[in-house]
């Protein structure tokens, strides 16, 4: 049996206009690395589930980009350097 690792993201922010609200699920790989992390854009988060990084638009959820480095097994974001660096095996 293959486990998958999961992150559920809960949104409710109000600043974007007259408000997202929103749920998501992320899932994929398998026993890697899972964290939330803010990035330089207020409108884009990052998202690893199991190793896999999603950017997602918290203003639009369902238009993200996929990160292509696997697996993702540390996030580091300096808001001072308008930075988010991933490190992983590839």
């Excluded at 998202?47 to 999603?54: E, H, K, L, Q, R």
């Amino acid at each position: 049996m293959v486990s998958r690792c999961s992150l559920l993201v809960s949104s409710s922010l109000r600043r974007f206009g007259a408000g997202t609200n929103w749920t998501g699920e992320f899932y994929d790989g398998r026993d890697f690395f899972s964290g939330l992390a803010s990035t330089p854009d207020l409108k884009t988060v990052l998202a690893v589930a199991g190793g896999v990084g999603y950017l997602v638009q918290v203003d639009h959820p369902r238009s993200y980009e996929v990160v292509p480095i696997r697996p993702i097994q540390q996030i580091a974001a300096s808001s001072r350097a308008h930075l988010v660096i991933c490190t992983g095996l590839e």
